[in-house]
């Protein structure tokens, strides 16, 4: 039987016990969201909300009993508690976590500014502006890291060109991220195969997520960009609330319906007094690449009016463009591999404009880098 099945983890785990019960952790049914993958090993335990902080030598033993497996490499259990129903949020916006003093934000070792870019919706290009972003603000001579925080459905490892490989562990504790185009990554899409459904409760993918900041040796960075899950739901507001964030950019397409839920995710970040930075059109709109006429394919300026209506910045509109569909699908950003283009610059100056409103107007870039696409 291969050392690392299911099966094989399953069985050293029955051999850790929950020290107030008297059974093992399996067949107390507390193990779940196993996943294994080239060596490492990831796994959830359940327990309830009041014993969690207590429980932390037993998420320890059940770390070191996998450990002892033949061929591991790295191991990640999480502790989750989940409460047997939902408090309604409190007046002022509060929900019940930010009433829990164990979720308070706490800093990430050698990040010096972290900035969310969110929507309030799936399917309007989130993931592109983020991946371009990050790679403009390294082009304007800053050092920095990108967290895929989209644990359902990460888009990074490809956006970025480093699908198929996966982190080093120096210890089986914590993480090294891996690198493209001089940035630090960490995504979950580097711990599970592109086509594995991720079927983890809230609970699970907030634990997930502070390993992923907080057991990865970063180092020094200037900024952090997190690629945020699309949506307002607990995941979406605990992650607000959890991590340090300098600010928020809120990425929208033109329409209507779009605009609705960028409000829905703006309201979030001021519910958890996380500035927002300013909103990004994307798909603003289309011209053609054979006769040269625009076309406003959903509408156009609707998130300009919409940034002037709510007192928050309008950052740049992305228009709808083959090349840079192309540039993402390849896994090489088009703020990094077409230099000098139109849509390149926009980028570039977009970034310059977020680093100056979390680093302070006036703030000093370093000589950019020159970067090479092998």
């Not at 983890?9 to 996943?35: C, F, H, W």
């Not at 009993?65 to 033949?70: C, K, Q, R, S």
């Not at 991720?198 to 960075?221: C, F, T």
């Not at 000098?340 to 000093?364: D, N, T």
Request: hydrophobic share 45%.
């Amino acid at each position: 039987m291969n050392a690392l099945s299911e099966e094989a983890v399953l069985d050293v785990l029955r051999r850790v016990a929950d020290p107030d019960k008297g059974a093992d952790i399996v067949s107390l049914g507390m193990v779940s969201g196993l996943i294994i993958r080239d060596g490492n090993v990831g796994f959830a335990i359940e327990v309830e909300p009041e014993r969690g902080p207590r429980l932390e030598g037993l998420r320890q033993a059940a770390e070191r009993a996998v450990e002892a497996l033949p061929g591991v490499l790295s191991v990640t259990a999480v502790l989750t508690a989940e409460s047997p129903h939902r408090e309604a949020p409190r007046r002022g916006g509060d929900s019940p976590v930010s009433q829990n003093p164990t979720m308070a934000r706490s800093a990430v070792a050698g990040v010096r500014a972290i900035v969310a870019v969110a929507s309030g919706k799936g399917g309007v290009g989130k993931s592109t502006i983020a991946a371009n972003l990050a790679v403009a603000l390294k082009a304007n001579g800053l050092k920095v890291a990108v967290l895929d925080a989209d644990i359902y459905g990460p888009s990074v490892p490809r956006l970025l060109g480093v699908s198929g490989r996966r982190p080093a562990s120096p210890d089986g504790k914590v993480l090294i991220p891996l690198e493209s185009y001089g940035l630090a990554l960490m995504s979950m899409g580097f711990l599970v195969d592109e086509e594995t459904p991720m079927i983890w409760r809230g609970p699970m993918v907030m634990s997930a997520l502070q390993q992923m900041l907080r057991s990865v040796l970063w180092g020094e960075r200037d900024i952090m960009i997190v690629d945020m899950p699309p949506g307002t739901g607990d995941a979406q507001l605990t992650m607000a609330q959890q991590v340090p964030l300098s600010g928020a950019v809120i990425v929208s397409t033109p329409q209507d319906i779009a605009l609705l839920d960028a409000r829905r995710g703006l309201a979030m970040f001021q519910k958890v007094d996380v500035p927002v930075l300013g909103i990004v059109e994307n798909m603003s709109y289309f011209v053609c690449p054979h006769c040269g006429e625009r076309s406003d394919i959903f509408s156009h300026g609707g998130a300009r009016r919409e940034a002037e209506r709510l007192g928050t910045e309008f950052l740049g509109e992305v228009p709808l463009d083959l090349e840079i569909r192309e540039t993402s699908d390849s896994g090489h950003p088009i703020a990094i591999a077409r230099p000098e283009s139109p849509h390149a610059l926009l980028f570039r100056q977009m970034a310059r404009r977020i680093w100056e409103k979390v680093a302070g107007e006036g703030a000093l870039l370093r000589p950019p880098p020159r970067i090479v696409i092998e």
